[in-house]
T-cell receptor, first 113, second 115 residues
Framework: NAGVTQTPKFRVLKTGQSMTLLCAQDMNHEYMYWYRQDPGMGLRLIHYSVGEGTTAKGEVPDGYNVSRLKKQNFLLGLESAAPSQTSVYFC????????????FGPGTRLTVT | AQSVTQLGSHVSVSEGALVLLRCNYSSSVPPYLFWYVQYPNQGLQLLLKYTTGATLVKGINGFEAEFKKSETSFHLTKPSAHMSDAAEYFCAVSDRNSGNTPLVFGKGTRLSVIA
């Protein structure tokens, strides 16, 4: 039981490049979330999903897109990376029965130069 | 909208001293309340949570927190700090009236423990 995993762990992008971050969970959770963590800002919600094929915007969605084609996977895409997207990205998941209890992945450290 | 305030971005205590990390929430209806810990270069780990029932909740590693409705607070304490407690701590809330409950995090408090 791996819990929540994130790929890749580190990435450096140039401004304007695109990439996709993958989050996978093996707990059969219905809800999945993407957060970004910046110094002094805590964690802020980017997008979330309440089920396969359904996504919603969080607090800071601009510049990101997401997809939930399979229940166990939640993808976060950056179409044209900007230096302001340099951050640590965390994925989390929770079950519909205990939706407030989220399990976090180890994070992806992204640097945009 | 929910908000969480953590007083003090950095707290420093001596080994063996009391740890007190402060958290206040803004909503009139008490939310679900959480404390998470993040060790360097790691993800977030749930320390403890309050959902209902006893207002003093115990978590892992000797931490506990008390929900005080009158003060809209959920402060985290540990009687005796250990070097291994050095980490960043996040208070978070979730709206108990919502079927889908994304967490709202405070900005975090970095705890340093001095030998």
């Amino acid at each position: 039981n791996a819990g929540v995993t994130q790929t890749p762990k580190f990435r450096v992008l140039k401004t304007g490049q695109s990439m996709t971050l993958l989050c996978a969970q093996d707990m059969n959770h219905e809800y999945m979330y993407w957060y970004r963590q910046d110094p002094g800002m805590g964690l802020r919600l980017i997008h979330y999903s309440v089920g396969e094929g359904t996504t919603a915007k969080g607090e800071v969605p601009d510049g990101y897109n997401v997809s939930r084609l399979k229940k166990q996977n939640f993808l976060l895409g950056l179409e044209s990376a900007a230096p302001s997207q340099t951050s640590v990205y965390f994925c989390a998941s929770s079950s519909i029965r205990v939706s407030y209890e989220q399990y976090f992945g180890p994070g992806t450290r992204l640097t945009v130069t | 909208a929910q908000s969480v305030t953590q007083l003090g971005s950095h707290v420093s205590v001596s080994e063996g001293a009391l740890v007190l990390l402060r958290c206040n929430y803004s909503s009139s209806v008490p939310p679900y309340l959480f404390w998470y810990v993040q060790y360097p270069n790691q993800g977030l780990q749930l320390l403890l949570k309050y959902t209902t029932g006893a207002t003093l909740v115990k978590g892992i590693n000797g931490f506990e927190a008390e929900f005080k409705k009158s003060e809209t607070s959920f402060h985290l304490t540990k009687p005796s700090a250990h070097m291994s407690d050095a980490a960043e701590y996040f208070c978070a809330v979730s709206d108990r009236n919502s079927g889908n409950t994304p967490l709202v995090f405070g900005k975090g408090t970095r705890l340093s423990v001095i030998a």
